[in-house]
C-alpha cells in the first residue's frame, strides 16, 4: 500500500515545475530585443566605428529587424538589416543593406565616395565576429566603382 504523502509529494513537484518552467506568450515573442543594440567595428575603410542600432517591431528575442547608424574614423555607414541569434553562446549572423559614405581618413576606399551595398557578420561565439560586404559606388567618379570591406565586430 502507498502511504497517503506520496501523491501529495508528486502533486507539489508537478506543480512546482509548472511554477518554474520558462514562460513564453505571444506578446513576448514579438517584443524583440528589448533597447538598442550597441557594436563596435575595426576594418576597411572606417578603421574603427561604432554602430547604433534599434529593433524594429514584431521580432522576437533570437531574431530581428532593425536599422543602424555607425559613425567611424574613415566616413559613416547606415543599414537596415536582419539579426538571427543561435543558442546560448551568443552566436549568431547579421545580414544588412548599407549605405556607405568615405571620409578624408577612410582605408584602401577613395574620399568623400558613396557607396551602396550588402553585408554580412558571422558570430561565432559571444557576439565576436567578423563582418564582410560589397559596395556599388553611386557617386560620379571614372575611379574605383566597387568596394570590399571587412572588419572584425564585437556586438553588444
Known amino acids: 500500500m502507498i502511504p497517503s504523502s506520496v501523491p501529495r509529494l508528486r502533486a507539489a ?3 512546482l515545475c509548472v511554477f518554474l518552467a520558462p514562460r513564453s506568450s505571444l506578446s513576448q515573442e514579438r517584443r524583440g530585443p528589448r533597447g538598442p543594440m550597441l557594436g563596435f567595428h575595426y576594418g576597411v575603410p572606417l578603421k574603427w566605428s ?6 524594429l517591431p ?5 531574431r530581428n529587424a532593425f536599422v543602424a547608424a ?3 574614423i574613415g566616413g559613416w555607414r547606415a543599414s537596415i538589416g536582419y539579426l538571427q541569434i543561435q543558442g546560448q553562446l551568443g552566436s549568431g549572423y547579421v545580414t544588412r543593406a548599407s549605405v556607405l559614405r568615405t571620409g578624408n581618413r ?10 551602396v551595398g550588402g553585408e554580412f557578420q558571422y558570430m561565432p561565439l559571444f557576439v565576436l565576429g567578423l563582418r564582410v560586404g560589397a559596395f556599388a559606388r553611386v557617386s560620379k567618379a571614372p575611379e574605383r566603382k566597387a568596394l570590399f570591406t571587412a572588419d572584425v565586430s564585437l556586438m553588444l
Request: hydrophobic fraction near 55%; charge should be negative; proline fraction near 11%.
Open 13 to 15: 513537484i508537478l506543480m
Open 50 to 55: 561604432a554602430a547604433l542600432a534599434i529593433p
Open 58 to 62: 514584431g521580432g522576437s528575442e533570437a
Open 106 to 115: 577612410a582605408w584602401r576606399a577613395p574620399a568623400g565616395a558613396t557607396f
Open 70 to 72: 555607425e559613425p567611424g
